[in-house]
């Protein structure tokens, strides 16, 4: 039954609204009716009286009991989803690979899969979504289904197209390995703007944050089940000397993969809800709250700890790269442990565990704040004493993102004091949403235009300085085995380093120096200015 008259009717009308709500009950209706007062109050989020309804049929929808999961939904649109994932995982056939413009050579980059999985998975949830959710505001949820569809496929067609005028080979690679996480970023961005139809405040932009959370974890679980049938199967088979082909054993992890994701958010999410609507105080929801805030004193402790070493291992970070991935893996997940013990509703716990869990997120949030900057400054170290990559640019920006939101939670929290803290948190955590969002479209689309680079300038250069100025990033430094004279290959020119003190001064590393180049393709690059200039003329290998 449709309740969209009724309730517009009765906005100004508060005992026919609650006699509206009962008759509702008693009919079974109490879903429709949520959606037809969910529906009114967005248009009307003045309206005091469906403010007021709002959120006291926040939840409704969701703690229906015997809830129904979509299965009719769910499971088809989670096999077409696996066999397209399966089709795509056959790498021999679906593979990125680029041509040397200088030379022709083929080199494999990485697999289609890699990059497709998320925004068609993303596209089958919001599909299911959109379908099993129905109700006054399926309109709504069809308009954003078709703009996020067109949206991820626009950035994902970019990231394909435009990749290829980056160079080197070596940015190329990195800009598209991180572009499997941005467009991950992105696909999730997308489920949660067909989620947040049906609202979209700060309780349920933070709601969809836990319920994203929950779905992943159920994921993992059934991912971890699924791997263990297929480790049996195949064992089984394998012990009588059968060997099933490889386009089976994609189906079972490729495909699985893909049906999985369907059915972990069936399980989880009520699409017929608002994101605040769900439930968050039964079965894994509930556990996983318990984890998150289990964990949450463990990890401040072991904070503590760290940052007490620090001053004993000051420089690690800036000289070592894989501890800055470390911190840069810890920062977002000290953000999913803050999302994940965060309460949605005050009820969910006693005032005294609400303000020593409350303790204990300023806490975290102020150690992670400091590890940020810390990384933050390792990191801007290693670009000012080196160059500009597509990682470095990435993880900057990243880093910055961790600590403008744990910023905004602290200062958020000062401000609000014991009584409003827990909406000051869902605050802090919606404005987090669309700065991830904002720098998974900005970390899409600037590499290909701050590292283009021109094949025009070196095609006259010898084969092999051609193919090292794809293979390499600047600065190029050349020298012959028999010449004690090193060049720099600037604009497809050689520019003499006068002395070992003038090349020390100029902050290059011997790293970068290419020793096994001939002489003879050394003298064939035109000369250029020396370093420094006028040092009169530059001898020649």
Not at 125 to 140: D, E, Q, R, S
Request: aromatic share 10%; hydrophobic share 55%.
């Amino acid at each position: 039954m449709s309740y969209q008259p009724t309730i517009t009717d009765l906005a100004s009308d508060p005992e026919g609204l609650e006699q509206a709500y009962r008759t509702a009950v008693k009919a079974g209706d109490e879903v429709a009716f949520a959606e037809a007062v969910e529906a009114d109050y967005t248009r009307a989020p003045d309206n005091l009286l469906l403010a007021a309804w709002h959120y006291r049929l926040s939840s409704a929808a969701a703690r229906v009991k015997g809830r129904v999961v979509a299965w009719a939904w769910a499971l088809p649109l989670g096999i077409l989803n696996g066999l397209l994932l399966w089709l795509l995982s056959d790498v021999e056939r679906f593979r990125i690979q680029i041509a040397n413009p200088l030379t022709g050579e083929l080199h494999n980059i990485l697999p289609v899969i890699l990059l497709l999985a998320a925004p068609i998975t993303a596209v089958a949830i919001a599909l299911f979504l959109t379908l099993a959710g129905g109700g006054p505001l399926a309109g709504g949820r069809w308009r954003r289904l078709l703009a996020v569809s067109l949206g991820l496929a626009a950035g994902t067609a970019y990231a394909l197209l435009l990749f290829r005028g980056i160079w080197p080979r070596l940015f190329q690679e990195q800009y598209l390995g991180l572009m499997a996480l941005h467009l991950a970023m992105l696909a999730w961005a997308a489920v949660g703007l067909v989620a947040l139809a049906r609202g979209d405040d700060a309780g349920n932009r933070f709601a969809f944050l836990v319920k994203s959370l929950e779905a992943a974890v159920v994921a993992g679980l059934l991912a971890i089940a699924g791997g263990l049938f297929t480790g049996i199967t195949f064992g089984l088979f394998g012990a009588l000397g059968i060997a099933p082909p490889e386009w089976v054993m994609r189906l079972f992890s490729a495909g699985g993969g893909g049906l999985i994701a369907l059915v972990a958010v069936a399980l989880v999410y009520d699409s017929r809800a608002a994101p605040a609507g769900q439930s968050f105080d039964e079965g894994l929801s509930k556990l996983v709250a318990l984890l998150m805030r289990l964990l949450l004193p463990l990890t401040v402790g072991v904070l503590l700890v760290y940052l007490a070493f620090i001053p004993f291992n000051w420089r690690e970070p800036f000289e070592n790269r894989d501890v800055l991935l470390i911190f840069n893996a810890m920062l977002f997940a000290v953000v999913a442990l803050l999302v994940g013990a965060t309460p949605v509703t005050a009820g969910e716990l006693s005032e005294r565990s609400q303000a020593w869990l409350r303790r204990g997120v300023l806490a975290l949030a102020a150690l992670a704040l400091l590890v940020s900057l810390y990384a933050l400054a390792a990191i801007l170290y290693r670009t000012a004493n080196g160059r500009l990559t597509p990682n470095r640019l990435l993880f900057i920006g990243w880093d910055l993102v961790n600590i403008a939101i744990l910023a905004v939670l602290l200062i958020g929290q000062v401000h609000a004091g014991r009584s409003r803290w827990l909406a000051a948190l869902h605050r802090a955590f919606s404005v987090g949403i669309v700065l991830y969002l904002v720098w998974a479209v900005a970390g899409l689309l600037l590499p290909p235009i701050l590292f283009r680079g021109q094949a025009a300038d070196v095609a006259g250069l010898p084969e092999s300085i051609q193919a090292l100025v794809y293979e390499r990033a600047d600065p190029i430094l050349l020298k012959c085995p028999v010449s004690p004279h090193i060049y720099l290959l600037e604009d497809g020119k050689k520019r003499w380093v006068r002395d070992i003190p003038t090349f020390e001064a100029a902050g290059y590393a011997w790293g970068d120096v290419v020793p096994y180049l001939s002489c003879a393709d050394i003298r064939a690059v035109p000369d250029g200015e020396t370093i420094p200039p006028g040092s009169g003329p530059p001898p020649q290998p």
